[in-house]
C-alpha cells in the first residue's frame, strides 16, 4: 500500500472503531439497566414469597384451617383473594416463559459478543490502531460479564418464581 492509501485504510477504520464505541456504549448502557431490573426483580419476588408464607401461614391460624385446605376456603367464601392468588400463579408462569425466552437471546448475544471481542482482541494486538481498540476490547469485556451476571440472576428468578408457584400449587 502506499502511504496515502495506508493513512486512509486506517483513518477509515479509526471512524469505524469509533462508530462502534458509540454503538457497544449504548447497548452497554441497556444491558446495564436489565441487570438492575433483574436484581430489583430478585429482591422483589424474594419478598413476595415471605409475604405470601406469612399470609397462608395467619390466614391458617385466622380460619383455623390447614394450609392446604386454604384453596377452596378462599374460592367458597372470599372469592376475590382466590381469583387474585389464581391470577399471581398464572402470572408466574408466564414469568417464567419470558425469562426463559430472555436467557436464550442473552446466550445467542453471549456467544455472538465472545466472537466480536475475539475478534478486536486480535485486531488490539496485531494492528497498527491497536490504541482505539483497546475500549471495544474492554467494552466487550464488560458485556460478557453482564451477559453471564443476567443469565445467573433470570435463573435465580425462575427458581423464586417456582417457589411461588409450589406455594400456589392448589391455587386453580
Known sequence: MTSNAEKEFLSKAQKEVQQRIKKENKELETLHVEEKEL??????????????????????NDFNIEIEDLPRYFKSNINEVYRNYVQIKQDALDEIQVLEKYIIKNKRDLNNTQRTLKFYRSQYMDSDFFEECLPLVEIYEEKISIYENNEKNSLLIIEKLKEILKKLKDWK
Open 39 to 60: 436484581t430489583d426483580a430478585i429482591e422483589g419476588y424474594s419478598k413476595f414469597y415471605d409475604d405470601l408464607v406469612k399470609f397462608l401461614q395467619e390466614s391458617s
